[in-house]
């Protein structure tokens, strides 16, 4: 089995700062791309950003600038770095993974819990 494990969440007030944590667990052989998707009340889940395996980053163009994403392939780990937040940046965030969990086995998504976000003041 495998498991993703969010950390980081929580309340902050407009302009602050938080960092998200994903950690994947389990019979894991090898980790593709990772990333973070948000999905707001009312809202299709969305594309936060992803990294490759080779540190390659993608962004959603409402968070360029102000989100980073990086990860430490030793640890099995994804973190996004979230500043100057705001308001329309509330919503639970779900980390990915594409894993593959042996040889033969094929590339999987799997995805964490999620953790809440809320930007208030």
């Known amino acids: 089995q495998v498991q993703l494990v969010e950390s980081g969440g929580g309340l902050v007030q407009p302009g602050g700062s938080l960092r998200l944590s994903c950690v994947a667990s389990g019979s894991i052989f090898a980790i593709n791309a990772m990333g973070w998707y948000r999905q707001a009340p009312g809202k299709q889940r969305e594309l936060v950003a992803s990294i490759t395996s080779g540190a390659s980053t993608n962004y959603a163009d409402s968070v360029k600038g102000r989100f980073t994403i990086s990860r430490d392939n030793a640890k099995n780990t994804v973190y996004l770095q979230m500043n100057s937040l705001k308001p329309e940046d509330t919503a639970v965030y779900y980390c990915?993974?594409?894993?593959?969990?042996?040889?033969?086995?094929?590339?999987?998504?799997?995805w964490g819990q999620g953790t809440q976000v809320t930007v208030s003041s």
């Open positions: 990915n993974a594409n894993i593959r969990r042996g040889w033969g086995y094929p590339w999987y998504d799997y």
